[in-house]
T-cell receptor
Protein backbone atom coordinates (compact mmCIF):
# COMPACT_ATOMS: atom_id res chain seq x y z
CA UNK A 1 0.00 0.00 0.00
CA UNK A 2 1.39 3.39 -1.01
CA UNK A 3 1.87 5.97 1.71
CA UNK A 4 0.00 8.50 -0.43
CA UNK A 5 -3.10 7.49 -2.37
CA UNK A 6 -5.03 9.66 -4.77
CA UNK A 7 -8.48 9.21 -6.22
CA UNK A 8 -9.69 9.11 -8.83
CA UNK A 9 -6.76 8.16 -11.06
CA UNK A 10 -8.53 9.60 -14.08
CA UNK A 11 -11.34 12.11 -14.25
CA UNK A 12 -13.17 13.50 -17.27
CA UNK A 13 -15.72 16.25 -16.81
CA UNK A 14 -17.59 18.87 -18.78
CA UNK A 15 -16.54 22.49 -18.71
CA UNK A 16 -18.12 24.29 -15.78
CA UNK A 17 -18.37 21.28 -13.51
CA UNK A 18 -17.15 21.30 -9.90
CA UNK A 19 -14.13 19.02 -9.55
CA UNK A 20 -12.88 17.21 -6.46
CA UNK A 21 -9.63 15.26 -6.24
CA UNK A 22 -8.85 13.36 -3.07
CA UNK A 23 -5.60 12.47 -1.34
CA UNK A 24 -5.19 10.13 1.63
CA UNK A 25 -1.96 9.40 3.44
CA UNK A 26 -0.92 6.95 6.09
CA UNK A 27 1.98 8.67 7.83
CA UNK A 28 2.35 11.68 10.08
CA UNK A 29 3.16 14.74 8.07
CA UNK A 30 4.15 18.33 8.63
CA UNK A 31 2.54 19.66 5.43
CA UNK A 32 0.91 18.61 2.17
CA UNK A 33 1.70 19.85 -1.33
CA UNK A 34 -0.64 20.01 -4.31
CA UNK A 35 1.16 20.17 -7.64
CA UNK A 36 -0.07 20.58 -11.21
CA UNK A 37 1.65 19.07 -14.23
CA UNK A 38 0.50 20.14 -17.68
CA UNK A 39 0.93 18.00 -20.80
CA UNK A 40 4.06 19.97 -21.64
CA UNK A 41 5.62 18.47 -18.53
CA UNK A 42 6.29 21.42 -16.23
CA UNK A 43 5.36 21.04 -12.56
CA UNK A 44 3.76 23.97 -10.77
CA UNK A 45 3.19 24.31 -7.06
CA UNK A 46 -0.47 25.07 -6.33
CA UNK A 47 -0.68 24.87 -2.55
CA UNK A 48 1.33 23.94 0.49
CA UNK A 49 -0.83 23.54 3.58
CA UNK A 50 -0.66 22.07 7.04
CA UNK A 51 -4.19 22.75 8.29
CA UNK A 52 -7.55 24.12 7.29
CA UNK A 53 -8.19 25.50 3.87
CA UNK A 54 -6.47 27.62 1.23
CA UNK A 55 -8.02 29.30 -1.80
CA UNK A 56 -6.42 30.68 -4.93
CA UNK A 57 -8.75 31.81 -7.67
CA UNK A 58 -10.96 28.86 -8.64
CA UNK A 59 -8.81 26.40 -6.71
CA UNK A 60 -9.48 25.39 -3.12
CA UNK A 61 -7.43 22.95 -1.04
CA UNK A 62 -8.49 21.52 2.29
CA UNK A 63 -6.77 19.23 4.74
CA UNK A 64 -7.98 17.24 7.73
CA UNK A 65 -4.94 16.21 9.75
CA UNK A 66 -6.88 13.89 12.07
CA UNK A 67 -8.37 11.96 9.15
CA UNK A 68 -5.13 12.14 7.11
CA UNK A 69 -7.03 13.42 4.11
CA UNK A 70 -6.85 16.35 1.72
CA UNK A 71 -9.02 17.48 -1.16
CA UNK A 72 -8.39 19.74 -4.10
CA UNK A 73 -11.46 21.43 -5.56
CA UNK A 74 -11.80 23.30 -8.82
CA UNK A 75 -14.85 25.47 -9.31
CA UNK A 76 -16.20 26.38 -12.77
CA UNK A 77 -13.73 24.03 -14.44
CA UNK A 78 -12.21 25.02 -17.75
CA UNK A 79 -10.37 23.05 -20.45
CA UNK A 80 -7.13 24.78 -19.45
CA UNK A 81 -7.44 23.01 -16.07
CA UNK A 82 -6.72 19.75 -17.89
CA UNK A 83 -3.55 18.42 -16.30
CA UNK A 84 -2.22 15.85 -13.88
CA UNK A 85 -2.69 16.86 -10.25
CA UNK A 86 -0.20 15.40 -7.79
CA UNK A 87 -0.48 15.24 -4.03
CA UNK A 88 2.75 15.04 -2.05
CA UNK A 89 3.31 14.91 1.70
CA UNK A 90 6.21 16.33 3.65
CA UNK A 91 7.32 13.92 6.33
CA UNK A 92 8.11 15.10 9.83
CA UNK A 93 11.70 15.92 10.51
CA UNK A 94 12.98 16.24 6.97
CA UNK A 95 12.32 17.93 3.67
CA UNK A 96 11.55 14.83 1.62
CA UNK A 97 8.30 14.69 -0.30
CA UNK A 98 6.40 11.45 -0.80
CA UNK A 99 4.29 11.62 -3.93
CA UNK A 100 0.94 10.21 -4.89
CA UNK A 101 0.52 8.69 -8.33
CA UNK A 102 -1.43 11.66 -9.65
CA UNK A 103 -4.92 12.29 -10.99
CA UNK A 104 -5.28 12.94 -14.70
CA UNK A 105 -8.03 15.52 -15.21
CA UNK A 106 -9.56 16.21 -18.61
CA UNK A 107 -12.11 19.00 -19.01
CA UNK A 108 -14.17 18.78 -22.17
CA UNK A 109 -15.44 22.04 -23.72
CA UNK B 1 8.71 31.78 -10.15
CA UNK B 2 11.63 30.48 -8.12
CA UNK B 3 13.98 30.85 -11.07
CA UNK B 4 15.15 27.29 -11.69
CA UNK B 5 16.80 26.70 -15.05
CA UNK B 6 17.63 23.24 -16.28
CA UNK B 7 19.79 22.27 -19.22
CA UNK B 8 19.62 20.65 -21.58
CA UNK B 9 15.83 20.43 -21.95
CA UNK B 10 16.15 17.33 -24.09
CA UNK B 11 19.00 14.85 -24.34
CA UNK B 12 19.27 11.82 -26.57
CA UNK B 13 22.31 9.64 -26.11
CA UNK B 14 23.52 6.14 -26.68
CA UNK B 15 23.93 3.51 -24.03
CA UNK B 16 27.29 3.74 -22.33
CA UNK B 17 27.73 7.46 -22.82
CA UNK B 18 28.16 9.92 -19.97
CA UNK B 19 25.28 12.29 -19.39
CA UNK B 20 25.42 15.50 -17.34
CA UNK B 21 22.26 17.34 -16.36
CA UNK B 22 22.52 20.87 -15.05
CA UNK B 23 20.45 22.98 -12.70
CA UNK B 24 20.96 26.70 -12.22
CA UNK B 25 19.18 28.66 -9.52
CA UNK B 26 18.34 32.33 -9.97
CA UNK B 27 16.82 32.90 -6.54
CA UNK B 28 18.40 31.92 -3.25
CA UNK B 29 17.03 28.80 -1.59
CA UNK B 30 18.43 26.61 1.12
CA UNK B 31 17.62 23.24 -0.41
CA UNK B 32 17.91 21.65 -3.83
CA UNK B 33 16.29 18.41 -4.92
CA UNK B 34 16.83 16.11 -7.91
CA UNK B 35 13.83 14.01 -8.99
CA UNK B 36 13.25 11.45 -11.70
CA UNK B 37 9.83 10.88 -13.27
CA UNK B 38 8.84 7.80 -15.26
CA UNK B 39 5.48 6.44 -16.33
CA UNK B 40 6.00 3.32 -14.25
CA UNK B 41 7.24 4.84 -10.99
CA UNK B 42 6.03 8.45 -11.07
CA UNK B 43 8.15 11.04 -9.28
CA UNK B 44 11.05 9.76 -7.21
CA UNK B 45 13.52 11.72 -5.12
CA UNK B 46 17.10 10.94 -6.09
CA UNK B 47 19.06 13.23 -3.80
CA UNK B 48 18.72 16.50 -1.96
CA UNK B 49 21.14 19.13 -0.73
CA UNK B 50 20.80 21.64 2.07
CA UNK B 51 23.20 24.58 2.03
CA UNK B 52 25.17 22.79 -0.71
CA UNK B 53 25.69 19.68 1.42
CA UNK B 54 24.15 16.34 0.33
CA UNK B 55 21.66 15.33 3.02
CA UNK B 56 19.97 12.25 1.62
CA UNK B 57 21.11 10.31 -1.43
CA UNK B 58 19.23 7.12 -0.63
CA UNK B 59 17.21 7.49 -3.81
CA UNK B 60 20.22 7.43 -6.11
CA UNK B 61 19.75 4.18 -8.04
CA UNK B 62 23.34 3.00 -8.11
CA UNK B 63 26.93 4.09 -8.40
CA UNK B 64 26.42 5.17 -11.97
CA UNK B 65 24.61 8.23 -10.63
CA UNK B 66 26.38 11.11 -8.91
CA UNK B 67 25.38 14.65 -7.99
CA UNK B 68 27.30 17.72 -6.98
CA UNK B 69 26.46 21.18 -5.76
CA UNK B 70 29.66 23.22 -5.92
CA UNK B 71 27.93 26.47 -4.96
CA UNK B 72 24.53 27.83 -3.93
CA UNK B 73 23.36 28.48 -7.47
CA UNK B 74 24.45 25.42 -9.44
CA UNK B 75 24.13 21.65 -9.33
CA UNK B 76 24.82 18.75 -11.66
CA UNK B 77 23.52 15.21 -11.92
CA UNK B 78 25.78 12.85 -13.80
CA UNK B 79 25.07 9.37 -15.14
CA UNK B 80 28.07 7.33 -16.22
CA UNK B 81 27.63 5.01 -18.03
CA UNK B 82 24.05 5.63 -19.10
CA UNK B 83 21.60 2.78 -19.73
CA UNK B 84 18.24 2.67 -21.54
CA UNK B 85 16.42 2.24 -18.21
CA UNK B 86 17.68 5.69 -17.20
CA UNK B 87 15.35 7.24 -19.78
CA UNK B 88 13.07 9.58 -17.84
CA UNK B 89 12.36 13.23 -17.12
CA UNK B 90 14.72 14.62 -14.50
CA UNK B 91 13.56 17.57 -12.44
CA UNK B 92 15.51 19.91 -10.25
CA UNK B 93 13.52 21.66 -7.50
CA UNK B 94 14.33 24.18 -4.80
CA UNK B 95 12.85 24.79 -1.39
CA UNK B 96 13.81 24.88 2.24
CA UNK B 97 11.99 27.92 3.57
CA UNK B 98 10.36 26.76 6.82
CA UNK B 99 8.09 29.81 6.88
CA UNK B 100 6.36 28.44 3.76
CA UNK B 101 6.37 24.82 4.95
CA UNK B 102 9.38 24.05 2.77
CA UNK B 103 7.29 24.50 -0.38
CA UNK B 104 9.18 23.27 -3.43
CA UNK B 105 9.46 24.91 -6.82
CA UNK B 106 10.32 22.84 -9.85
CA UNK B 107 12.43 23.51 -12.90
CA UNK B 108 11.13 22.66 -16.38
CA UNK B 109 12.86 19.28 -16.44
CA UNK B 110 15.28 17.49 -18.74
CA UNK B 111 13.86 14.70 -20.89
CA UNK B 112 16.57 12.06 -21.22
CA UNK B 113 16.40 9.28 -23.79
CA UNK B 114 19.09 6.61 -23.73
CA UNK B 115 19.08 4.44 -26.84
Amino acid sequence: KNEVEQSPQNLTAQEGEFITINCSYSVGISALHWLQQHPGGGIVSLFMLSSGKKKHGRLIATINIQEKHSSLHITASHPRDSAVYICAVLNFGNEKLTFGTGTRLTIIP
Amino acid sequence: DAGVIQSPRHEVTEMGQEVTLRCKLISGHNSLFWYRQTMMRGLELLIYFNNNVPIDDSGMPEDRFSAKMPNASFSTLKIQPSEPRDSAVYFCAVGGDPSSYNEQFFGPGTRLTVL
